[in-house]
């Protein structure tokens, strides 16, 4: 069984990305780093992974064994503005997002269900302190500096071997560095908005994490190679120049896309099919979006107010187990929709989109909008 | 136990949680192929097995159950002593 230990010899720059945010566990702030987690395709348990958390609270819960966290009275529930229902501490005033939707279920139910996932989670988590295998993720607070870095250290370490990744945004590329005090000081460019905190942007916190792992590893700060294009050789060569589709007449459907052979695959990867999209004036379909299966985790559909343009959609998905090929491309959807055309099939083992700014020049120069 | 046994117990915990009669575990099937399989629903799974079988899962254990038949193999070999 491999190793978990942020002390393993696979550096961050060979490991699969799953395995890479597998070594990390998130203790707050919010649930930027949690949702990292998700967007790179693993859904680990984690007591703080979707909490909000203020330093001094987090403190105080290490120091007292989160003892009191869901005990008796301790948690309460309530409609947030989100409409869904939200756990709370009462002592602690850790929050998080239940992913009851309000007036789905009866809420003292789901108050005893969350009572118990608490329990069981606080007891991970402690264990996970004591054997130090994970990273523990803390993204700063404007007010969070050296003193409270310290204090967190200290009260970690009082629970096991942790090791502890602070995280600032800062402009540049991501960075990471043992300060002095013994823990690590990462940076990304920039955070997500504390209200909307799904809006990540991931490709630094993938650097920052592959970086940490290098550090931690005693490794060359290293990154991957650039992922390369998965699809068949025929559509690679050909990618650049814009390609016609005409969805079929009467049907609500139709996808146009190779089928892809699954099995040299890693199936615990995100994949991600970025393309360009020219939708004509003509199109009456009710929509235009990229394909893998149908496990998106997150998707850029086409604009139909965009015409006579190039415009760059994408799809990130995980692949099914259990089938050795798939069909990925582009779905039309809507009756008699009318054609439309594509260019720059880029199919990668990534959770981004390929980067390109721009379409293949022979579509820029064929189409011009 | 026999490992008859503890799929069909497993089958029952999994029916109860996603709250479908009709769920049929294979062993290779993982989250991905249960709608709704989130981490919340694993926390959900983890209690429930601990509690049908008595055994308590390791955060090592738990980080390796990739399939529905890890989990299986897992408690067998626990309640085997290993």
Redesign the interface.
């Known amino acids: 069984?491999p190793s978990?230990s942020p002390h393993d010899a696979s550096g961050g720059a060979t490991l699969p990305l799953h395995a890479l945010l597998?070594r990390f566990e998130s203790i707050g702030d919010n649930c930027e780093f949690g949702l990292v987690q998700r967007y790179g395709g693993i859904?680990?348990?984690?007591l703080m992974?979707f909490s909000a958390s203020r330093i001094d609270h987090l403190l105080h819960a290490l120091d007292s064994d989160f003892a009191f966290y869901g005990q008796g009275d301790d948690l309460f529930v309530y409609p947030h503005v989100t409409n869904y229902l939200f756990c709370r501490s009462r002592r602690y005033d850790f929050e998080y997002n239940?992913?009851h939707l309000a007036g789905s279920d009866d809420p003292a139910a789901v108050l005893k269900?969350e009572a118990?996932?608490v329990g069981?989670?606080k007891r991970?988590l402690l264990?996970?302190l004591r054997?130090g295998?994970k990273i523990l993720v803390r993204k700063a607070g404007p007010q969070d500096g050296p003193a409270e870095a310290a204090a967190l250290l200290r009260a970690l370490r009082r629970h096991g071997p942790a090791e502890l990744l602070i995280v600032r945004a800062a402009e540049g590329p991501a960075s990471v560095r043992r300060h002095e005090g013994g823990w690590l000081e990462g940076t990304v460019a920039r955070f997500a908005p504390y209200d909307l905190a799904a809006a990540v942007h991931l490709p630094p916190w993938l650097d920052l994490c592959r970086r940490t792992a290098n550090l931690v590893q005693g490794r060359p700060d290293t990154l991957p190679l650039p992922p390369r294009n998965l699809l068949p050789p025929r559509l690679r060569l050909s990618s650049g120049w814009p390609r016609r589709h005409r969805p079929e007449a009467g049907e609500d459907q139709t996808v146009f896309g190779p089928l892809i052979d699954l099995q040299p695959l890693d199936r615990?990867a995100v994949h991600t099919l970025t393309c360009w999209v020219w939708i004509p004036r003509s199109y009456r379909g009710e929509g235009i979006a990229a394909a893998i299966g149908d496990?998106r985790i997150r998707w850029c559909e086409a604009d139909l107010g965009l015409r006579e343009r190039w415009q760059k959609i994408h799809v990130s998905a995980?692949l099914?187990?259990?089938h050795r090929k798939l069909r990925v491309g582009l779905a039309s959807r809507g009756r008699d929709a009318g054609a439309f055309r594509s260019a720059g099939w880029f199919l990668a083992e990534s959770p981004e989109p390929a980067a390109a700014a721009r379409p293949p020049r022979a579509a820029r120069l064929l189409m011009r909008g | 136990m026999t490992p008859d046994e503890i799929d069909a117990r497993l089958t029952e915990i999994f029916r109860e949680v996603f709250d479908d009669p009709t769920l049929v575990l294979r062993p290779?099937?993982?989250?991905?192929?249960v709608a709704g399989w989130?981490?919340?629903r694993?926390?959900?799974i983890?209690?429930a097995t601990e509690e049908a079988f008595g055994i308590t899962f390791?955060?090592?254990e738990?980080?390796?159950l990739?399939?529905v038949g890890d989990l299986a193999e897992t408690v067998a070999r626990k309640l085997a002593g290993g």
């Open positions: 069984m978990d597998g859904e680990p348990l984690g992974r239940t992913g269900r118990r996932k069981y989670l991970r264990e996970d054997l295998e615990k496990r995980t099914p187990e259990e | 290779e099937m993982t989250a991905r192929d989130d981490s919340g694993m926390v959900d983890l209690m390791t955060t090592r738990v980080d390796a990739a399939r």
